[in-house]
């Protein structure tokens, strides 16, 4: 009977992946003693991607100070991972002989996402810190519309003619130098004479074909060629939709001249959805590391059309004065229908901005959304009409108030998921962003329709 080794069950921390508070301390420490063996040693271990969140985490002074101990270990990866907000600073911070070798090491696309954002003169400093070759390129892709594939390929991609055999391939790559390759790629992109890809082969396929097998016999099912010009919003969605793992881009001749693989894509679709929830919100596109009057800039103007619409819900409020003047318990209800309607708007309105971007919500399907809406309103109206209404009942004593307010509650949940949908949808529909202004909009239609349903009502029944 062999021995076998118990273990218990594994336990995943709550701050997995998070660069803890000892280790930040201790590297802070490492710099305020000015200990840059010890900086190193600590930060050696780190991935970029977590040296970039303690440069974000960490204030102005201290970022400097680690950045110019850390010296020449700085990874041109860090960049890439930075947030634009700090972006400019740590570039300023940095030795032009450190800058031009970590710049160096990034991949086209990588500097190409680094310099698009930066201003005229820093840009030029990276420029010129390449080779020939590769500013060339950096400059032929920022020659592309912003956010398009252009921009968001890589240059370096490995292609193999038609005619190719496994074996051919196998030694091509062997025999080309290790700098021209990129430093991760998944397919071989097979192309005709006039360098048109017309097909993937994975490397899987082609470590275990042999060597005499035609490359274009292993090529993959799945294969989408991006145009240069795309929206990278549409890229990403392609690659989520047909499970890419990288496409080739062409020029408008139908040229190979790049690739995009799916790490840059699924970035754009996190920064799509990180974009949806910030305007969503109305705070724009800022970061934890912007400035007090940067964040209080981008947060005014949706603060401003706020205080319109709630003008617009006052004035509606301002017509039925007397009324309330007469029955002070429409002044405490009334609130409750409005923040109802707003809530259930802000439900479907969520679910529309979604599914817009999705490109789950089309016209083929959207009356049977709008229906079901409005239908879920109806019936969240309806319970929650027989809940307010009994509590109007005991807190005043009056039927006929409960009745009024039961009723608007229900009128205004139906227009909630009315509104919460068909805005986005139409918003969309007239080239504006609908996670941008459907909020305040949606938010006016349930304020207003709110207040006007119950206190109309209230006139007409209760005086």
């Known amino acids: 009977m062999s021995d076998q080794t118990e273990t218990g069950p594994v336990e995943v921390e709550d701050d997995a992946y998070v660069l803890g508070p000892k280790a930040i301390s201790a590297i802070l420490y490492a710099v305020d003693i000015e200990d840059q063996a010890k900086l190193t040693a600590l930060m050696e271990p780190l991935h970029p991607a977590d040296i970039a969140d303690l440069l974000e985490q960490i204030n102005a002074f201290d970022r400097a100070r680690l950045i110019r101990l850390y010296d020449r270990e700085f990874d041109g990866e860090i960049l890439s991972e930075l947030d634009e907000s700090i972006r400019e600073e740590v570039i300023a911070v940095l ?59 890589q240059r370096e991609v490995v292609m193999a003619p038609e005619h190719w055999t496994v074996g051919q391939a196998i030694d091509h790559l ?13 397919h071989i992109v097979i192309v005709d004479p006039r360098l048109h890809p017309v097909g993937n082969v994975t490397l899987g396929k082609l470590m275990r074909s042999r060597r005499e097998t035609r490359l274009m016999d292993l090529l993959e099912e799945t294969f989408q060629i991006i145009p240069a010009t795309q929206e990278e919003s549409d890229v990403a969605y392609a690659f989520n939709q047909y499970h890419l793992i990288s496409a080739p881009v062409v020029d408008e001749e139908g040229r190979l001249i790049g690739i995009i693989t799916i790490d840059d894509a699924m970035a754009v679709l ?57 029955i002070v318990a429409l002044a405490v209800l ?27 919500l089309t016209g083929a399907n959207l009356w049977r959304v709008i229906r079901r809406e409005v239908l879920v309103g109806a019936i969240n109206g309806l319970i929650f009409a027989v809940v307010i209404g009994i509590v109007g009942v005991i807190w005043f004593g009056s039927p006929a108030l409960g009745y009024v307010i039961a009723i608007a509650m229900i009128i205004n949940m139906i227009v909630a998921g009315l509104a919460g949908t068909a805005i986005p949808v139409l918003l969309d529909r007239m080239g504006i962003d609908p996670a941008l202004a459907s909020g305040a909009f949606v938010t006016t239609v349930t304020d207003v329709v709110g207040f006007f349903a119950f206190l109309g009502i209230a006139v007409m029944v209760l005086l």
């Not at 390129?137 to 390929?153: D, F, H, I, K, T």
């Not at 062997?174 to 998944?186: C, G, H, K, N, V």
């Not at 009334?334 to 529309?352: C, D, E, K, R, W």
Request: glycine share 6%; aromatic share 4%.
């Open 95 to 153: 030795t032009p002989q450190v800058l031009t070798q970590a710049v160096r090491e990034m991949d086209s696309d990588d500097v190409v996402d680094l310099v698009e954002d930066l201003e005229d003169h820093q840009q030029e400093t990276i420029l010129d810190a390449l080779e020939d070759v590769d500013r060339a390129a950096v400059r032929q892709a920022l020659g592309y519309p912003e956010y398009s594939a252009g921009r968001l390929m």
């Open 174 to 186: 062997r025999a080309t130098p290790e700098e021209e390759l990129p430093d991760q790629f998944y």
């Open 270 to 326: 996190d920064e799509e959805h990180e974009e949806d929830i910030l305007r969503l919100a109305g705070v724009g596109e800022g970061s934890l590391s912007d400035r007090v009057a940067e964040t209080s800039k981008q947060r005014l103007p949706w603060l401003a059309v706020n205080l319109l619409t709630a003008i617009a819900a006052s004035l509606v409020i301002a017509q039925f004065e007397e009324a309330i003047a007469q």
């Open 334 to 360: 009334m609130p409750i229908v409005a923040s109802m309607g707003g809530n259930a708007g802000t439900q479907s309105l969520t679910v529309a901005v979604r599914a817009l971007a999705t490109k789950d």
